[in-house]
């Protein structure tokens, strides 16, 4: 009965899932010798997730060659047995994204419950590939100062990623209008977002899909070049992330990121003209939890984040008709330093356009749509002097986003593993103008990613 189970889970995966993700996971092999260097056959190697207790194991082939594929990235401990010979065991392993560690072990003749501890290993060389990148974790994640909290910018870290204008990158959104790594000479459309092995590229200009706050983020890795063929497709960087998970105790986080003026010097600008600082009010804050609900078995990791980043109000201006205009009375524009005449685009004379007199245009000429909306509610009286830019008006923009993820881990065997995440957000960006025909504006960004995973 619990073999017809498992069948009609998998149908269901192969039904409902896309089946061309990217994995988002490490791996382990290497060759286990004998003193003389021979290989040994059958023995028996078994990774430990520190963290979650999880067991992954195998056993060597005839040359003495093993692969634990698709680890989750964490922190191992790497056991070898076989009969007529001492344990080994390597521990500490740390493995990273996309990541093949090779460790070969060489095993002393002895007595199988007789264990040698491997604590002081060399560094694991990425030996099994020919990708150059880097790897952030969630330490330099969280560390490292970001000023709206957008991990793409660290992207800018690697070697041949660079970005014109950086400042594209603390806007405030995740999504549109956020810049992007050019990675070796490649445009920003070039690059390729993933997150937890899903296609995370929005459909508009190649434009990030979906951006974890960075606490929710258990690392992620920047391909710059020779990405693995499972990556085609792509001539610019490889970024992928992925959420973290729970583990065998609870952990979690409460955070608040905050701007002010308050706090702030003014700039040199300002002070040399006498300005003020600009009101700043910016907010992130939010949460992490995960831990485990059956300990070694399930597991479960929830965030959240909000933000609330307000722009100062500012002023511009604009030109509005004067009451004599609205009239039709544009005499001044004769008494200007540089005299403008108005022709009447109805009467000829001597084959030429005839002067409007004393640049009078009669109400007989009026648009009845223009004057009702000259003359509406709307349609305001000139703030200043002149004809030219005598209107001044506010406008002001902000950034509401919400927005959070849930993942949850299941080693159902030791054969079998699943795990699922589902993350959302919505971010709100209107821009407010109190100029009654200069229309409000708004941009609303939502975004749902849901990923499915079965090995």
Known sequence: MKGKLWVCFVAMLMAFVPLRAQQVTAAITGRITDATGGAVAGAKITATDTQRGTEWSTITNTEGVYNLPRLPVGTYNVRVEQTGFQSVTQSSVQLVMNQVARIDIRLQVGNV???????????????????LGQVIDSRTNEALPLATRNYVQLTLLAPGS???????????????????????????????????GLDNNQVSDNLVGYAPAVDAIQEFNEITNNAPAEFGNFMGGIVSATIKSGTNSFHGDAYEFFRNDQLNANNWAN??????????RWNNFGGTIGGPIKKDKLFFFADYQGSRLDTPPSTAVKSVYTAAERNGDFSALLHQPNPVQLYNPFSMSNGNRAPFAGNIIPQSLFSPAASKIINSKYYPEPTGPGLINNYLYGYQSYINGDQGDVKIDWNASDKDRVFGQYSESRFSNPTERTFPLAYNSFNE?????????YT
């Open 271 to 280: 002070n040399f003209e006498g300005v003020s600082r600009a009101a700043t």
């Open 113 to 131: 419950n007789q264990t040698v501890e491997v604590t002081a290993a060399a560094p694991l060389l990425q030996t099994q590939s020919t990708e």
């Open 162 to 196: 660079i970005h014109p204008n950086p400042s594209t990158f603390k806007s405030g959104l995740t999504t549109a209008s956020s810049g992007r790594p050019n990675v070796n000479g490649n445009r920003e459309q070039a690059n390729n977002f993933i997150l937890d």
């Open 445 to 453: 960004y939502p975004s749902h990613v849901g990923v499915l995973d």
